[in-house]
């Protein structure tokens, strides 16, 4: 088993509320959504942590409950904290919209004119005959 969430304690092979942390978490939740920053609404609920951990803290599905661990945060509020992070991140210029893929061709025929001069350097003699090298047409499907 992985990393168990902030709030959780395993005991005998299943998942219990640490209500102590869970406190902290419901608290966590209500901080961001009052506006408080991520780090400001962690330090707030007596959670001492990063930037990046208090975000995946606020997506992580498994406070809503699962098979294995007891919910924490309700739905609602879980989604309202969603919402609110990605419109801070629109906001911030941060979601940005995937962009089209560009269709790569790659020419993959060549042709070589004849080789009409020799020189004595050979590398004179390479460059001359990849001056040689012409791209063949290719017709779409051959």
Avoid: C
Wanted: overall charge positive; glycine content about 8%.
């Amino acid at each position: 088993m992985g990393h168990v969430p902030y709030g959780y304690k395993i005991i005998d092979g299943s998942a219990h509320i640490f209500e102590v942390e869970a406190e902290k978490v419901r608290r966590l939740f209500e901080n961001y959504l009052s506006g408080l920053s991520l780090t400001k609404a962690a330090k707030e609920a007596g959670i001492n942590s990063y930037h990046g951990t208090v975000g995946r803290m606020l997506r992580n599905k498994r406070y809503l409950g699962d098979d294995y661990y007891p919910s924490i945060i309700d739905k609602s509020v879980f989604d309202k904290a969603e919402i609110e992070r990605n419109k801070r991140a629109k906001k911030l210029g941060r979601i940005f919209e995937p962009k089209e893929e560009k269709k790569v061709s790659a020419i993959t025929e060549f042709t070589i004119g004849e080789i009409k001069k020799e020189y004595p350097d050979p590398f004179t003699q390479a460059e001359y005959v990849y001056s040689l090298i012409r791209e063949k047409e290719v017709q779409d499907g051959s």
